[in-house]
């Protein structure tokens, strides 16, 4: 879903929502029947992504794995090693029932078997260098059959991407968005819910063609709507435009 707002300097700002991410296949275990297969596509590290938001796994990539038989849920954590995921896992210490599998990149610190349904999770409120790859999630989630070993798992960012085009020269353009940060993010649906009240002004990244990336919590639009509702801030020649 893509949305235009105009404001002062000829403001294209463009919102990706959800947008997911289409990369190589890579094979976990491949020709082993009783091991499951998992084909991985998502983004690399983060938020290091090209402008339609895609990406690749790279060799010591992390991803977050749970696996749900429908009576225990078994958390693990896989690796990629250049060539397959490892550890790999047989699918008969899982049940030979109904597999859910969800995952999520990268890592997050502090999650178990119970602990993945209600995960606090933050945007980092500087974004213009490492803040901006830290504040990216990608989740996904796949039901196995019984019977099924194999299973592609497609990953799409929890969170928002917000792309901002000014037109002219921006060299000495300063910007601010205005969103809230904090939320919590259930690991195994990919379901994301707005906990913080207030609102604060994030740093966005500065792209090498001069616009801005901000990644922010997905939220109702219904504030910015508001007199007090101001999306954007942009100061330039000495004068502030919101």
């Known amino acids: ?70 009576s225990e849920i078994v958390y693990k954590e896989l690796t ?19 597999l859910t599998l969800s995952a999520h990149y990268p890592v997050v610190a502090g999650v178990s078997d119970a602990a993945g349904e209600r995960y606090g999770f933050s945007v980092a409120q500087d974004q213009r260098e ?14 196995l059959e019984p019977e099924q070993y194999q299973a592609d798992l497609y990953f799409r960012h929890a969170m928002h991407r917000l792309r901002i085009e000014l037109s ?15 939320g919590v993010v259930n690991l195994l649906t990919g379901d994301v819910l707005v906990t913080d009240e207030g609102f604060q002004w ?22 910015f709507r508001d007199n007090d509702g101001t999306l954007l801030k942009i100061i330039a020649n000495d004068k502030v435009y919101d």
């Open 80 to 98: 990629y090693d250049g060539n397959e995921w490892v550890p790999r896992l047989r699918r008969q210490e899982f049940g030979d029932g109904k």
């Open 130 to 143: 490492a803040g901006f790859q830290a504040s990216d999630l990608l989740v996904s989630q796949v039901v």
């Open 1 to 70: 879903m893509n949305k235009v707002v105009s404001v002062a300097l000829a403001l294209c700002v463009i919102l990706a929502a959800g947008c997911s991410s289409e990369t190589d296949e890579r094979s976990v275990s491949a020709g082993h029947s009783d091991y499951l297969q998992l084909n991985m596509e998502k983004t690399v590290t983060r938020t290091d992504l090209a402008a339609d938001g895609t990406g690749s796994f790279r060799k010591d990539d992390h991803v977050g794995l749970y696996i749900d038989n429908g």
């Open 202 to 223: 994030i740093d966005p990244a500065k792209n090498e063609d001069g616009s801005f990336e901000a990644v922010i919590y997905p939220q109702s639009a219904a504030p």
């Open 168 to 182: 002219g020269n921006t060299e000495n353009v300063e910007l601010a968005v205005r969103s809230r940060l904090g």
